[in-house]
């Protein structure tokens, strides 16, 4: 194998060879997918699976929702990598509690 | 409100929850059947709350909330949670604790927020049968004990 140290390249070359990640999504809308789930390359944005999910769920509005897996919340902003999530990966995704009085 | 269109609008949307939800979020759905969802919430090391919720009149009316232990019993305290939703009260109506959010019955009709009607939040996003159940969840994940 050709080494190299072209971090997009790197990047490229750890992509084609890490498992995938096995990802399904909760909402009180629905599941997506509907049964089992997609797999993601690891260094696949959150934010950009839960667009496909808020498409195919039709969410018209997801402003504030925060996605969690076991409890944790994650950063949907940056990969499923970077959230150390690998595996099998179950996000719930809904609206953010609500203060006291509000 | 006519009760058979209450009872579809409720229908729609819980029929929409996909069958694994309770488990992945830790719910023990005890009842969802109009117009009541009897919901345990549970986590590892904390002590289970059973939330219960009327959705009678939906969505004309905001569901009515009341707070149980495992065995179903009211509450008459709540243990600490440091988002202000759960309300130790007495509620002045109810005279228990209670759920201080906008999207329950309890909230609306208190002194201290009649001027938010819930006509002001119905049909509005963050306020469908989901979202208020998951706002109380998240709310009630804040917690510790």
């Known amino acids: ?102 | 409100m006519h009760i058979a269109v209450s009872r579809s609008l409720f229908e729609e949307r819980v029929g929409r929850f996909p069958p694994d939800l309770a488990a992945v979020c830790g719910w023990i759905l005890h009842t969802v059947a109009y117009p009541v969802i009897d919901c345990e919430f549970t986590r590892a090391g904390r002590t289970p709350l059973r939330l219960q919720l009327d959705f009678t009149d939906w969505d004309e009316q905001a569901p009515s909330g009341s707070l149980r232990n495992s065995a179903g019993e009211v509450l008459l305290s709540l243990p600490p949670n440091p988002t202000g939703v759960f309300n130790p009260g007495p509620h002045p109506v109810t005279g228990r604790p209670f759920l201080c959010t906008a999207g329950i019955k309890e909230y609306h009709i208190h002194p201290s927020h009649l001027n938010e009607p819930w006509d002001q939040f119905r049909g509005k996003p963050g306020f469908d049968i989901g979202e208020i159940l998951t706002k109380i969840w998240r709310a009630w994940l804040k917690g510790t004990a």
């Open chain 1, 1 to 102: 194998m050709e080494s190299t140290t072209n971090p997009e390249a790197l990047q490229a070359e750890v992509g084609r060879h890490v498992a995938p990640v096995l990802v399904s999504v909760y909402t009180t809308s629905g599941a997506y997918p509907r049964h089992g789930h997609e797999k993601v390359k690891p260094t696949e944005i959150v934010a950009d699976f839960l667009r496909e999910a808020a498409k195919a769920l039709h969410l018209t509005d997801t402003s504030g929702w925060v996605a969690t897996v076991d409890g944790r919340e994650i950063d949907a902003s940056r990969s499923f990598a970077d959230n150390h999530l690998a595996g099998m990966v179950k996000i719930h995704w809904g609206p953010r509690e609500g203060g006291g009085g509000r």
